[in-house]
């Protein structure tokens, strides 16, 4: 049975949905004023993962994850870039899927932008201040007064006393505790009019946290299975989300929350400040889209992700041996045994916790054994395994060829004409010509395997 980490109760638990069969899953997505960075794929890659998952495991999803398409930042940076704030939305939303869809990430079945459900938000915030848990600020921003909510404090695990507003979180002299976050924030002046929405507390817009509780609650309904994302976001905005929507309701809001991990590069938190901040496509110039998927997904979703060109490439390495197996042997239509060996250990690591890391050395195994026994049925079930995972979906050759950016022809034309010059240099028994090609081409990044079939070429 799958067990799932809470990070509500901090142990895990077997996961049990709500209505049997189906799941209702959340993940707060990207608030979209620049390009997605190694953060938010680890986030996309960990959940569409997830989401995989459980499909395979039969159940019938529900899957949402929303744009925040407004935002302090995004209202900075349209007024940098002197456009509207819908045409830098649009622009950084179609890079986001770029960026998402060369990562072999599925697209959710609902992507809700906040800017489509200011009127659900009003409605929420209108049911907390009859509730008398928000308030009207001095300065007209509505709060919500967290110490009114008994249950504040429970998904960090830490007492009012200890907690501190956090990021995002605005600490201001008319709030009457400063623990307390705003749910519509009043115009300002300087704003532009297409972040100004009508309410009954004057012109204004909402605060950051009231989005995903009403958008969730809209598709979702106000109790679901699953809520996740980046750990960054327990603390304070997951934490809110369950203020206002436990609040609001009077019951349960999500059973199960699940955080991945941190992105680090060279054993430090990445960020702008320190100078090692990358952006997906910053990624991609340097590395197969397939191998940044592996790299994140080889190790598991809850442990800190380090970032380096070392590990890049040792991924790329490892990912090479995978499609190597595949190669070499001609694999049937990738249908999964459930019952065969390799299967059935898949399967108990991905229902622990959705232990990627032993999933992956799974398919290790698979490959070693293709590679011994050249049996297809074998890379066949490596073949299938692997697809679960939105891994090893390519044609082998291609990507053994294609390396760091997919081989051109005119490359590919030459090498392919001084391994023609090679073999002509061997059968006329001139070997050191064609051990001189051969080094030449290794010296180029281009390894050289002689078989049965021929010579056959991948990047080194």
Known sequence: MLQIHNTLTRKKEIFIPIEPGKVRMYVCGMTVYDFCHLGHARVMVVFDMVARWLRASGFD????RNITDIDDKIIRRARENGESIRVLTDRFIAAMHED??????????HEPRATEYVGQMQSLIERLHDKGLAYVAENRDVCYSV???NGYGKLSGKSLDELRAGERVEIAGEKNDPLDFVLWKHARTEEPAEVKWTSPWGEGRPGWHIECSAMSSDLLGDHFDIHGGGQDLQFPHHENEIAQSEGAHGH????YWMHNGFVRVDDEKMSKSLGNFFTIRDVLKKYDAEVVRFFILRAHYRSPLNYSDAHLEDARQSLTRLYTALRNVAPADASIDWEETHARRFREAMDDDFNTAEAVAVLFDLANEANRSGSAAVAAQLKGLGGVLGLLGRDPLAFLQGGASEAGGDEAGEIEALIGQRAQAKEAKDFAEADR???????????????PQGTLWRRA
């Open 61 to 64: 999803l529900a899957y949402v």
């Open 100 to 109: 998402a869809d060369a990562l072999g990430v599925t697209r959710p079945d």
């Open 147 to 149: 110490r009114k909510f």
């Open 252 to 255: 349960t809001f999500v059973n």
């Open 437 to 451: 090609i051969r080094a030449e081409l290794l010296a180029r990044g281009i390894a050289l395997e002689d078989s």
